[in-house]
């Protein structure tokens, strides 16, 4: 069982650049949700999924989008890479969204816009 | 708007000693409360939950966090702290309803010295 994985784990882009963050969950979790983390900042909720086909905003949605086809799987897209989008992305999922439910976290993607 | 606070960028304690992570939340309605821990270059654990009856709820690797409903805190504790506990600790409430994501504080540094 191996949980919420990631790819890649590291990454350079150069500005303008465009890439996808891959996401998968083998757990069968119907939410799943992508953060970034910057130092000193916590984890701010990017766009999450409450299920396939079924997506929506979070706290700083903008420079990023979404797609939820599956259940399995939530990439998350940049399109013009830009130095303000340096940081450590995760994505995390959890059986249910009711309010008592843990979520699981991937290992992280570090993104370098240069 | 649902608020979690951690007023400690980083706390230390010697090992042996009692370690405290505080913790203080602000929601409508009854809050449903996580704290996660993570180590170095990798993603969140989760570590313990309160969701509703005791006040002091006991999780992974001997922590325990207590619910204070009057001073809407929600501490972290560990009776006897552990080099190996060195790490980065998130408090996180979820919003007060369903189809919602976790909402982190900024993290606080614990730092156990030998």
């Known amino acids: 069982n191996a949980g919420v994985t990631q790819t890649p784990k590291f990454r350079i882009l150069k500005i303008g650049q465009s890439m996808t963050l891959q996401c998968a969950q083998d757990?069968?979790?119907?939410?799943m949700y992508w953060y970034r983390q910057d130092p000193g900042m916590g984890l701010k909720l990017i766009y999450y999924?409450?299920?396939?086909?079924?997506?929506d905003k979070g706290e700083v949605p903008n420079g990023y989008n979404v797609s939820r086809s599956t259940t399995e799987d939530f990439p998350l897209r940049l399109e013009l890479a830009a130095p303000s989008q340096t940081s450590v992305y995760f994505c995390?999922?959890?059986?249910?969204?009711?309010?008592?439910?843990?979520?699981?976290f991937g290992q992280g993607t570090r993104l370098t816009v240069v | 708007a649902q608020s979690v606070a951690q007023p400690e960028d980083q706390v230390n304690v010697a090992e042996g000693n009692p370690l405290t992570v505080k913790c203080t939340y602000s929601?409508?309605?009854?809050?449903?409360l996580f704290w996660y821990v993570q180590y170095p270059n990798r993603g969140l654990q989760f570590l313990l939950k309160?969701?509703?009856?005791?006040?002091l709820v006991k999780g992974s690797y001997g922590f325990e966090a207590e619910f204070n409903k009057s001073q809407t805190s929600f501490h972290l504790k560990k009776p006897s702290a552990l080099v190996s506990d060195s790490a980065l600790y998130f408090c996180?409430?979820?919003?007060?309803?369903?189809?919602?994501?976790?909402?982190f504080g900024k993290g606080t540094t614990l730092s156990v010295s030998s």
């Open positions: 995390a999922s959890s059986y249910s969204g009711t309010k008592d439910t843990e979520a699981f």
């Open positions: 996180a409430v979820r919003e007060n309803q369903a189809g919602t994501a976790l909402i």
């Open positions: 757990m069968n979790h119907n939410y």
């Open positions: 999924s409450v299920g396939a086909g079924i997506t």
């Open positions: 929601v409508s309605g009854n809050p449903y």
């Open positions: 309160y969701i509703t009856g005791d006040n």
